[in-house]
């Protein structure tokens, strides 16, 4: 993924959210000056066969089989100890560190690499628990434009930006256990983050050539007109 090409999307997520760009630009300047550049070679273990996608929602637990059957496993926030705790691997956390930022530090110095994204209200937590991380094993992500170490893949929510490292990995296929864009128990700012997580599904679907099967059923009601497809 290109800046240039992820540009007009951020853009258009600034704008629906009112997120301040500075903001955002100056956690990720912060982010930089605490890590390292990362070796893609860590993530060699997505390429080439089927990446589960793990998602946080509530369905995971029933789910995590799907991630058991997989080659690889991504695991979005909290969704890697409920992996964890089923005996399934973890292969990347994708995370903000908004809820389980001890796990994030454990998997670093276990050896596992966690790709660490920074945005304009999450600077606290970068500050007190990147410098915990086994730095070699910490991937520094940002949602602007990206600067030295700090590296733009594509997404937007930690499940999404998970799917779209998958694919920069080269992952030959993606499953999305543990997805709930319908979760009644989350609240109007949530609901409007799966709704942009979708929608980037369906773009990196129609990017990758795949079908998708947790947007069965979905596809023709999702709004894309803020997306380059």
């Known amino acids: 993924m290109e800046y240039a090409e992820w540009e ?32 893609d070679r860590r993530l060699d273990a997505l390429a080439g066969g089927t ?3 793990a998602g946080a929602g509530p369905s995971l637990p029933d789910e995590v089989a799907r991630a058991r059957r997989a080659d690889a496993v991504v ?21 903000d560190l908004d809820k389980n930022p001890e796990t994030a530090v454990d998997l670093t110095r276990e050896g596992t690499p966690v790709a660490v994204h920074a945005h304009g ?20 992500t940002t949602q602007a434009e990206p600067v030295g170490p700090v590296a733009n893949y594509g997404g937007f929510t930690d499940g999404d930006r998970g799917a779209f490292l998958a694919d920069h990995a080269g992952a030959a296929a993606l499953v999305f256990p543990g997805w709930d864009f319908d979760d009644p128990a989350v609240g109007p700012a949530k609901r409007a983050k799966l709704a942009w997580a979708e929608r980037l599904l369906c773009w990196l679907e129609r990017r990758r050539g795949e079908r998708f099967a947790v947007l069965d059923g979905r596809r023709g009601d999702v709004e894309t007109d803020a997306l380059p497809i």
């Open 8 to 39: 007009p999307v951020y853009e258009a997520i600034l704008a629906d959210f009112g997120f301040d760009p500075a903001a955002d630009r100056g956690i990720r300047d912060r982010l930089a000056a605490l890590c390292s550049p990362f070796d």
């Open 75 to 95: 695991a979005a926030s909290s969704a890697a100890d409920v992996c964890r705790a089923a005996g399934v691997d973890v292969d990347l956390m994708v995370t």
């Open 121 to 140: 209200d999450n600077g606290a937590a970068v500050e007190e628990y990147v410098p915990e991380m086994a730095g070699r094993n910490v991937l520094p």
């Open 51 to 53: 990446v589960a996608v």
